[in-house]
């Protein structure tokens, strides 16, 4: 089975702050993408790629930059964290056929 | 543009009784049509997805019939298990270039005993 390994688990940031949430893939898939999870929006598109160097903007990208620097890592940085980005956010790396997610960060912005 | 709709945000039903989770979708293209599950803590996982030869697909006891006529995808299981409690989501993708896979807002599914 894929594996898709997220960091940190739990994160508490101050607002205006930077944060960043790392993701690490083993399975050379070259997609990987950056969902957020809050109730009544269900799973929302930040950010995507396609490899190495690529990234590109998904539904909600405002507020948020993204880096593949290898085909192993994805991350997902805030410049200037708001207590709106208050959310569990889910990295996945795979097929839109079969997306594989890591077990997600849970991200608080006071 | 592309889209999932789940109208329902919360199922309660007694475990035994059927399960029926509504999906329908708006695409301009054909799109393929998934079911993820996430149990309580856990990450999202494929559940089933629609095949292109109008096979119904089933896992775990629970199957979804693609509508084209009606742009449906409801998940079905004929008897409802304590251990089908979780978060369910329709996903849908399109042959619009990006491939990427579209949410609906998910459905929370409670079997009670």
């Known amino acids: 089975e894929a594996a898709v390994t997220q960091s940190p688990r739990n994160k508490v940031a101050v607002t205006g702050g930077k944060v960043t949430l790392s993701c690490n893939q083993t399975?050379?898939?070259?997609?990987m993408y950056w969902y957020r999870q809050d109730t009544g929006h269900g799973l929302r598109l930040i950010h995507y790629s396609y490899g190495a160097g690529s990234t590109e903007k998904g539904d909600i990208p405002d507020g948020y930059k993204a880096s593949r620097p290898s085909q192993e890592n994805f991350s997902l940085i805030l410049e200037l964290a708001t207590p709106s980005q208050t959310s569990v956010y889910f990295c996945?790396?795979?097929?839109?056929?079969?997306?594989?997610f890591g077990s997600g960060t849970r991200l608080t912005v006071l | 543009g592309d889209s999932v709709t789940q109208t329902e945000g919360l199922v309660t039903l007694t475990e035994g009784l059927p399960v029926m989770l509504n999906c329908t979708y708006q695409s301009t293209y054909s799109p393929f049509l998934f079911w993820y599950v996430q149990h309580l803590n856990e990450a999202p996982k494929l559940l089933l997805k629609s095949f292109t030869d109008n096979k119904r697909p089933e896992h775990q006891g629970f199957h979804a019939t693609l509508h084209k006529s009606s742009s449906s995808f409801h998940l079905q299981k004929s008897s409802a298990q304590l251990s089908d409690s979780a978060l369910y989501y329709c996903a849908l993708s399109a042959a619009s270039g990006s491939w990427q896979l579209i949410f609906g807002s998910g459905t929370q599914l409670t079997v009670m005993p």
């Open positions: 399975n050379n898939h070259n997609n």
């Open positions: 996945a790396s795979g097929t839109p056929e079969t997306l594989y």
